[in-house]
């Protein structure tokens, strides 16, 4: 099946260049592309991509507050966002982060890079599992929110192992690396964090995560796994 991508930024050239490689491969197509956050959020709506990659920096209505809108539209629940980013701002990141997106990339990523982000966007997984990402991660979801927010629904149907491994996937921890500290199998873990998904409505693991500093099992401020 084609994943289907919408390109946002507001950077004419580089909208071109990422259209030429992803147009490139037989399982990815360039559906659209916006030049701000207002006509992203229109295209999105009009043709419902697999995977929006959005720029954070572009005029009138920039890509933080278009991922907000896009994700908190149900009508585009199978909608993934990917952000393009340079780090610049841990308050940024944080904010995309709650509103839903589901990874980051460097603005000037490699060409391999670009396409396993998009690839990995669309089949419901989260770029967490490279070492400095997770760290970062970690880091910009310990930015505490402007105001305390109440628990999340579902929240209090989760049983004790799937907060446990919940929160050990919110510090960063690998699937596998949870198995192997909890003494359970990786299929096992995968369930769990497939069940406490869909109990808390969370669209893929990035927004788990999110969810887990929401509610507390990870305190602001918590220091990242060890190495």
């Known amino acids: 099946m084609t994943i289907r991508v919408l390109l946002a930024d507001d950077q004419a050239l580089l909208r071109g260049t990422f259209r030429l490689l992803i147009d490139s491969c037989e399982d990815l197509e360039v559906v659209a592309e916006a030049a701000d956050g207002a006509e992203a959020v229109a295209l999105a709506r009009a043709h ?5 990659v959005m720029d954070v920096r572009m005029p009138g209505t920039d890509g933080l507050a278009a991922t907000e809108t896009i994700c908190a539209d149900p009508a585009l629940a199978a909608t993934r966002v990917l952000i393009l980013t340079t780090f610049e701002n841990d308050e940024h990141v944080a904010r995309a982060l709650r ?9 000037y990523v490699t ?3 670009l396409l396993d982000a998009v690839r990995t966007v669309a089949a419901g997984q989260s770029l967490l599992s490279p070492g400095a ?6 880091q910009f979801l310990a930015i505490p929110p402007p105001a305390p927010a109440p628990a999340t629904p579902g929240f209090a149907e989760l049983t004790n192992r799937e907060r446990e491994v919940m929160k050990l996937a919110a510090e960063g921890w690998s699937n596998a690396e949870i198995a192997a500290e909890l003494h359970l199998s990786v299929l096992t873990v995968r369930t769990h964090v497939q069940r ?3 109990k808390l ?5 990035a927004q788990l995560v999110v969810l887990a500093y929401k509610n507390g099992l990870v305190p602001p401020g918590a220091n990242e796994r060890r190495a």
């Open 48 to 52: 419902r991509p697999d995977v929006v």
């Open 99 to 107: 509103a839903g997106a589901s990874g980051f990339l460097g603005k």
């Open 201 to 205: 409505g969370a669209r893929d693991r």
């Open 133 to 138: 990402t997770k760290a970062l991660i970690a």
């Open 111 to 113: 060409t391999d890079a």
């Open 196 to 198: 406490a998904m869909a």
